[in-house]
């Protein structure tokens, strides 16, 4: 090994090993005595970081991950302090997968920020090997803990966002993370001085009761990446050679993993180009509802006046899942909402591993299009080429300039980036947007900023402030739905219905812009609507006061209590 001066190179290497959650050390001291004694890592640097993480740590996710960065900058000898090292390997176990993964992708940004050697070649650019032992790379299913786990969970989970959550199958900081792997082990792809392929060795325990396999691999879709099996291994004591019915045979698997030439799965299937249009219901409703398999079918038609280039659209994938029957208090409900509109990201993430993003579109009606809207807020690395969207349920100020400006609605093609369209349909007297939303978006904007979650309003009836040319809105005749069923007698519904679906399939295959209807604004519905909010918030001041008041004068306090408590009663059991 070369002397430890400035801008000196090794031929050897180093090793990080970043640990589980609630690391006991002692778990991993045979393991890690035993590689640094290892023939193959004579002269390696074999470094822990303990990220000191716990179950319900209020630790940021992004704090961790920058310490964790700093850290390997400096063991890489970017600082110039140190010979630095021509290969690394990350080693990460459960949440330490999750951990190397977002520090390698945080670090190998074209803005990351560099130590003061510019001379030593970033850390990024020489890692070999990323091993993931039981890491949640899907997200660990909530239904695998314990009765009791789940209920500290859901109890938790009413007062902040704990750690626990951002792991969980279809968090946001998961889909996020998982969206941006795909897209980065792609670009590693190609083999050279500077940056040569990174391999990814997954090593799965059978008997791992936490994480399933089936969201623990992703081998299948991301090049240059081999799987390790280990019988008799669970989730955590996987890497405890002192738990091991054959620590040799275990450790030799480890090993392997850590260090052995693999055979990998070169062949990973390619993207399938077809189109991929998700369609989602809204509120006391579910996939059954006519419209949705009627406009599936449509969308999967012919084109005749295709513009020409345009996607075999006889070969899209209509992806119309349903979350069940949402009741209106279900919707008005912060927590129960904002838990529910996850279900999205596991949908897309299941397409995205399969299907090209720039062929991703999207049509949804009124809580459908919430779900939308809060997974785009939160995971920038989710797009759509154009969104549909019907009796919308999102805010009038919600920023759709932010989500275009991120590169979240177009697609790229040989030409570069184009943005896409967001075609907004309202009804003329849509009393759950215009009235109920209204309300809803009044209360909660009454809240205290800490706690408020005002990520709902009228934007499907009064419009959106923050589009201009990627936006068309219409305003039809009716209630909550007849922008997709027009009203009308019976006997015609069905034809209205088809050639409504028609104009909006239209717009989702070849932006087509929809016949604007003559449908003017019901002054007196509109009116009653923008008095709601000011109303709401008047009357929960009024009603504030009328609690102090009593409570001043002697009323019973465990009135105010029993109530609160049966609200929060309420939330809890929907965790489930």
């Not at 319900?56 to 890489?76: C, G, H, P, T, Y």
């Not at 899907?138 to 209920?151: D, F, M, S, V």
């Not at 998700?278 to 513009?307: C, M, N, V, Y």
């Amino acid at each position: 090994m070369s002397d430890e001066n400035s801008g000196e190179t090794t031929d050897a290497g180093l090793l990080v090993y970043v640990p589980s959650l609630n690391w006991d050390p002692a778990t991993t001291e045979d393991l890690l005595t035993r590689l640094e004694k290892d023939g193959d890592f004579a002269d390696w640097k074999i470094e822990i970081f303990d990220h000191k993480v716990r179950t319900f740590s209020r630790l940021k996710m992004e704090d961790v991950v920058l310490n964790l960065a700093a850290q390997i900058r400096s063991w890489s000898g970017e600082d110039g302090d140190v010979a630095w090292p021509h290969q690394i390997i990350l080693v990460g176990h459960s949440l330490g997968g999750i951990l190397i993964r977002e520090a390698l992708l945080l670090d190998s940004q074209p803005n990351a920020p560099r130590l003061r050697d510019p001379q030593v070649p970033q850390w990024t650019e020489r890692v070999t090997r990323v091993v993931l032992i039981a890491s949640p790379n899907g997200g660990y299913e909530l239904q695998n803990l314990a009765r009791h786990e789940r209920a500290f969970i859901a109890a938790f989970s009413l007062f902040g966002i704990f750690l626990l959550e951002h792991l969980q199958e279809g968090s946001e900081y998961i889909t996020h993370l998982r969206l941006r792997w795909f897209q980065f082990m792609k670009s590693r792809g190609g083999n050279t001085a500077t940056k040569p392929d990174i391999q990814v060795v997954q090593v799965v325990g059978w008997d791992d009761k936490l994480v399933s396999r089936e969201k623990a691999l992703d081998a299948d879709y991301i090049p240059n990446a081999t799987i390790v099996d280990i019988r008799d291994a669970g989730h955590l004591d996987i890497v405890d050679l002192r738990q091991a019915p054959d620590p040799e045979m275990r450790f030799s698997h480890l090993r392997a993993a850590i260090r052995d030439n693999l055979p990998t799965f070169n062949d990973v299937t390619p993207e399938n180009p077809h189109p991929v249009v998700f369609i989602l219901h809204g509120i006391r409703s579910s996939k059954s509802e006519g419209w949705i398999g009627a406009l599936a079918s449509i969308i999967q038609e012919p084109g005749t006046d295709a513009p020409e280039g345009s996607a075999d659209w006889t070969e899209a994938i209509p992806v119309t899942p349903t979350y069940g029957h949402f009741g209106s208090l279900h919707f008005a409900n912060p927590w129960i909402r904002k838990k529910n509109a996850r279900r999205l990201l596991q949908w897309y993430g299941e397409h995205f591993i399969r299907y090209s993003p720039d062929n991703f579109y999207f049509v949804g009606h009124s809580n459908g299009t919430y779900m939308l809207g809060k997974c785009l807020t939160n995971v920038p690395s989710m797009r759509f080429r154009r969104i549909f969207l019907a009796a919308s349920v999102l805010p009038k100020e919600f920023k759709w300039r932010r989500i275009i400006d991120r590169g979240q609605l177009g697609h790229h093609d040989e030409n570069g980036w184009h943005v896409g369209a967001i075609h907004s349909d309202k009804g003329r007297r849509d009393v759950p947007v215009g009235w109920l939303c209204s309300i809803l978006h009044g209360l909660e904007i009454s809240l205290p900023r800490k706690v408020r979650m005002a990520d709902i309003g009228t934007g499907g009836f009064d419009g959106f402030d923050d589009l201009n040319r990627v936006l068309m809105e219409h305003r039809y005749a009716g209630g909550h739905g007849n922008m997709l069923v027009p009203v009308g007698p019976k006997s015609e519904r069905t034809v209205r219905m088809n050639a409504r679906l028609r104009e909006i399939a239209d717009f989702i295959k070849f932006e087509a812009p929809h016949i604007a209807p003559e449908t003017g604004d019901a002054p007196f519905f509109a009116w009653v609507s923008r008095i709601l909010g000011t109303a709401t918030r008047f009357t929960l001041v009024i009603l504030l006061g009328a609690v102090v008041a009593a409570l001043a004068f002697g009323a019973p306090w465990y009135f105010v209590l029993g109530g609160a408590l049966i609200y929060l009663l309420v939330v809890f059991v929907n965790q489930f």
